[in-house]
């Protein structure tokens, strides 16, 4: 691809770039896409800045979570943003290669929580339905189906959810932006 770009550059053809600087390390790179903000290596190591899960070994998250809301009761923005691009980077790159169906299955397992939850039945009931989230990505990532990393990320996710709240304004909203993020870097 160089090759063809310094043709293209003596040709007196400049074309547009898309090359930016890492977040993690400032070295150049080329997103795979627009909204990419680490290189490959950076994606792989994990996130590294204060406050953001950090890893405890390679590929794991550290104990416990950051917590969801801020002093204000307000979602972190960085639960909907770069820590969910992060997360979804590294899942990206992980192995086994996570697919769309799995994640998707996950994803779809916490909107029929939501879902109950909005037509009234009790959170009590409705969390015993999150809990299994644990042992099913456990069970998925024994038999290769889903990166260890994918199984702690949801055994992190559920820990979090106290109430309601915590699932609706938490866990929910941030898998979702993990799963959008997802679609750029999860090949089929």
């Not at 929910?172 to 679609?183: D, P």
């Amino acid at each position: 691809m160089g090759d063809m770009k310094g043709a293209l550059n003596k040709a007196g053809i400049k074309g547009q770039t898309t090359e930016r600087r890492c977040v993690g390390c400032g070295k150049p790179f080329e997103p795979r896409e627009p909204q990419h903000k680490r290189c490959g290596q950076c994606a792989q190591k994990g996130p590294s800045r204060e406050g953001t899960v950090r890893s405890a070994a390679p590929g794991f998250f550290a104990e416990g979570y950051p917590d969801y809301f801020d002093a204000d009761g307000l979602l972190k923005p960085e639960f909907v943003t770069e820590l969910a691009e992060e997360i979804a980077q590294r899942l990206g790159n992980e192995r086994p290669k996570m697919g769309m169906h799995q994640l998707r299955a996950f994803y779809g397992h916490v909107k029929l929580q939501e879902g109950a939850l909005a037509r009234g039945r009790p959170f009590k009931e409705v969390y015993l339905e999150i809990a299994k989230l644990k042992p099913f990505a456990s069970e998925r990532a024994n038999k290769d189906k889903v990166p260890k990393y994918f199984e702690q990320f949801i055994a992190r996710n559920v820990d979090k959810v106290k109430d309601a709240d915590t699932f609706l304004r938490g866990f929910v909203e941030h898998f979702q932006a993990v799963v959008a993020y997802c679609a750029g870097t999860i090949r089929r």
